[in-house]
């Protein structure tokens, strides 16, 4: 039970960070560049609670490989495909990852669901694909060869997921934290070569006025907590609960979007919020 009130608290902290993006939406931010922010918010907060929490240089070297996989795959890779495609066919896409996260964890970790739990997740992450439909939504947009990233970026998740999932149950979480904190380093600065940034006139920018990036940055702390807190639901359940109880995410915030900003949802949205919250109740009573 403590790994699922951790997973939903990550969910709570993954809706603060969409709600501060998409209200950062004039600071054009380049995403290698809010990367390289959530880079440094993961060293102020990562490193400290690792070792506080009893993170050791043993077990943090040996979670290395994994970390640098995992620093690729869930994080930066993500960045990098909301840009690519329709974003609206992209978002539902990406939240199709506890699918996959399922899946590795069957193959990989041998994780056993009975089939009423089986059921639950399938119906929760069927809701969370619906509330990410918007009126955009064009089936032939999938055509598209482009949105095979965002494809790719929801098994990368997964399996990343997984694999982060196994190196925390044969060590330890705080160490893991530890590790992807500086994993996560060179990460994002190749991303920034990469996309050729000039990082250090938007860092200085940033100090220079602080108000036009502040929700930015904000964002950048909340993905930061909510990735720490998905990592830590791991180490009390399995992957394959935990992982679509953080995407519920997406149903608060088209509920914040319905009851708070006065925005029209689709149908579409408002069954898939019931559907979701049906099969979250399901996983959390039935686990």
Do not use: R
């Not at 039970?1 to 951790?6: L, T, Y």
């Not at 990735?227 to 359940?237: K, Q």
């Not at 953080?246 to 006065?262: D, E, G, Q």
């Amino acid at each position: 039970m403590i790994g699922m009130i951790i997973a939903i608290l990550s969910a709570t902290f993954m809706f603060g960070w969409q709600v501060f993006l998409k209200q950062s939406h004039t600071e054009e931010l380049n995403p290698s560049v809010s990367f390289f922010f959530d880079m440094i918010f993961g060293l102020l907060i990562w490193i400290p609670i690792g070792f506080i929490f009893g993170a050791t240089g043993n077990e943090i070297i040996k979670n290395l490989p994994i970390a640098f996989v995992s620093a690729i795959l869930s994080e930066a890779f993500v960045f990098y495909a909301l840009t690519k495609g329709n974003l609206s066919v992209s978002s539902v896409l990406i939240a199709t990852y506890p699918i996959f996260t399922l899946l590795f964890s069957f193959i990989i970790n041998n994780e056993v669901l009975t089939p009423i739990q089986f059921i639950c997740i399938i119906l929760t992450t069927i809701g969370i694909i619906m509330t990410c439909i918007e009126k955009e939504f064009k089936l032939k947009g999938l055509k598209n060869v482009v949105i095979i990233i965002p494809f790719l970026a929801a098994v990368a998740i997964g399996l990343a997921d997984t694999l982060s999932k196994h190196t925390i149950d044969t060590t330890s979480v705080y160490s893991f934290l530890v590790a992807i904190a500086l994993c996560q380093i060179p990460v994002s600065i190749g991303y920034l070569l990469i996309t050729k940034q000039k990082w250090k006139e938007t860092i200085a920018d940033s100090k220079n006025d602080i108000k036009k990036y502040k929700l930015g940055l904000l964002a950048g702390v909340f993905n930061i907590v909510a990735t720490g807190l998905l990592y830590i639901s791991f180490s009390f359940n399995l992957a394959s609960i935990c992982s679509p109880l953080t995407a519920m995410s997406t149903p608060f915030i088209v509920l914040y979007s319905l009851i708070i900003l006065k925005e029209k949802i689709s149908i579409t949205n408002k069954l898939g919020i019931i559907i979701s919250f049906i099969g979250t109740l399901g996983i959390i009573i039935l686990s």
